[in-house]
């Protein structure tokens, strides 16, 4: 198996060099040359899998570079019961839906689930090599959280995430701060979010500095996490489908709904459906930031501006262009190069890509439907399951069942992923049911430790110094 970019230029890559990339070396990014399929007897024949097991079967398909018993290795220790206890469990809840759950790890959103494997194959793929990298990054909350808690203690990497001064909740600094691992540095900038991503991005593009420091990233267009999160869809089809006649199984399809944001998430549901997962239709959750839901609706592609981009209730999806798009519309525009080099430069020159002459194969040969929910929707809607289930579900989780009623098909399950859990959004929580959620006693140890953040100025040369002084080298 071997890895090409959307826009046709550089060398076929292996999975293990996919690992250490950000973008291809001509800008695009790394689809797999052809998408590998499962037949229906192999899927029956993973039912009785464990989760590390399904795993294992999974990426093999994609990292065929890894030997079996080293790939099987990483997926145990990634999915070990220590970090997920119950991995992936399915709740059904009113209205014919079931919520899959993918936020049982240490940081309480589905980011753990492929982030987990990302530390495990990096840390494998350094030692192979005998190199080390120092990971980069700006988070305004999830993102950077679940990249420390499954980098914290290896030893060929160090972490060096920024963040916001003030501007993150109590909750999210202390699943960040309250880390002590010496290779683990949070540092906290006097700025927002965006100044945090400048200072990234300059020093990033210094190709001198960044080699020096062996500087890599692990953002949502890494081609590992993509991989990674085929899994569960996998997972949540073989689990809905537990109780169906075993003769009916394989007509049983399902659909997914998914609160998005960079279109990571769905379009790892978007690979399972291509490799024989049976799934009739995935459904795009946006909140107001809704330029994917747009896109689907219309066929036209306009990111917007920081300035045009709301911050809502659902913060983890405030997104203004959605950075693996470009990954579904090489497969749209029939795996073109140069049409997705065309399309790109359209963008770059009216600021809108118009797809609108494929728009009847977004649904009928792609299987897209999508939708947007407002801050009184998810509200409504965290109300409703509540009163009607007894459970509590987060506002990302809340923009997935909003959407996803709008769909829901006779005798076809509809299922909606979990990306976080409501501890994580206390205040929405509060404005919708009038409770405070009890924190269990690791959540209450987390929240009372004491915290470990290097403030700075928003000054480059500072950031530089740290960071040479403490990589890994
Ligand atoms: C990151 C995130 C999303 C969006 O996922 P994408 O892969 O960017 O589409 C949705 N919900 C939560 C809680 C997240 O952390």
């Known amino acids: 198996m071997h890895y090409i970019s959307t826009r046709g230029g550089?060398?076929?890559r292996t999975y293990v060099e996919t690992l250490l990339e950000g973008l291809a070396s001509d800008g695009g990014l790394s689809v797999p040359a052809s998408l590998p399929t499962?037949?229906?007897?192999?899927?029956?024949s993973w039912r009785e899998l464990d989760y590390a097991e399904l795993a294992t079967e999974v990426l093999g398909r994609f990292a065929t570079d890894i030997p079996r018993e080293d790939l099987a290795a990483l997926c145990r220790a990634a999915y070990a019961p220590e970090v997920f206890p119950t991995p992936v469990p399915l709740r059904a809840i009113d209205g014919g839906i079931t919520l899959v759950g993918l936020s049982e790890g240490p940081t309480l959103a589905f980011k753990d689930m492929a982030m987990q494997f990302l530390g495990h194959a990096l840390e494998y793929a350094l030692e192979r090599t005998d190199g080390v990298l120092n990971i980069l990054g700006a988070t305004s909350g999830d993102t950077g959280s679940a990249a420390e808690h499954a980098l914290r203690g290896k030893d060929r990497i160090g972490v060096f995430m920024l963040s916001p001064q003030g501007r993150m909740s109590p909750f999210q600094r202390a699943q960040m701060y309250s880390l002590q691992d010496d290779n683990v540095h949070n540092i906290a900038v006097e700025g927002v979010f965006d100044d945090c991503q400048d200072l990234v991005k300059r020093l990033s593009g210094d190709l001198t500095f960044k080699q020096a420091q062996h500087l890599g990233a692990v953002n949502s267009i890494n081609l590992a996490r993509i991989t990674a999160q085929v899994v569960y869809y996998f997972w949540a089809w073989l689990r809905a489908t537990d109780a169906v006649p075993a003769p009916r199984r394989a007509d049983s399809a399902v659909s997914v709904t998914v609160p998005s944001g960079n279109f990571g998430n769905i379009l790892s549901g978007y690979y399972a459906k291509g490799m024989g997962v049976p799934?009739?239709?995935?459904?795009?959750?946006?909140?107001?930031?809704n330029v994917l839901d747009e896109f689907f609706r219309t066929g036209v592609y306009r990111p917007r501006s920081a300035a045009e981009t709301l911050a809502t209730s659902s913060p983890s999806m405030d997104i203004s262009k959605a950075s693996n798009f470009e990954r579904f519309v090489y497969d749209l525009l029939d795996r073109d190069p140069s049409r997705v080099r065309a399309a790109w430069a359209e963008l770059a020159e009216t600021g809108a890509i118009d797809l609108s002459a494929e728009l009847s194969r977004?649904?009928?040969?792609?299987?897209?439907?999508?939708g947007t929910s407002t801050h009184e929707d998810r509200v409504a809607t965290i109300r409703a399951v509540h009163a009607a289930s007894g459970e509590v579900i987060d506002p990302h989780t809340a923009d997935g069942v909003a959407v996803a009623r709008r769909f829901v098909e006779d005798g076809v399950p509809m299922l909606v992923l979990e990306t976080a859990k409501p501890e994580k959004f206390a205040d929405t929580i509060h404005e919708a049911l009038g409770i405070d959620l009890d924190y269990s006693p690791e959540l209450r140890a987390m929240l009372d430790a004491p915290q470990r953040v290097t403030e700075m100025p928003n000054d480059e040369q500072a950031l530089r110094t740290y960071i040479a002084e403490h990589a890994r080298h």
């Not at 499962?38 to 029956?44: D, G, P, R, Y």
């Not at 799934?279 to 107001?288: G, K, P, Q, S, W």
């Not at 977004?362 to 999508?370: I, P, Y």
């Open 10 to 12: 550089g060398e076929p």
């Open 279 to 289: 799934i009739r239709r995935l459904v795009l959750a946006a909140n107001e930031n």
């Open 362 to 370: 977004l649904d009928g040969e792609f299987g897209f439907a999508s």
């Open 38 to 44: 499962v037949s229906a007897e192999e899927l029956e």
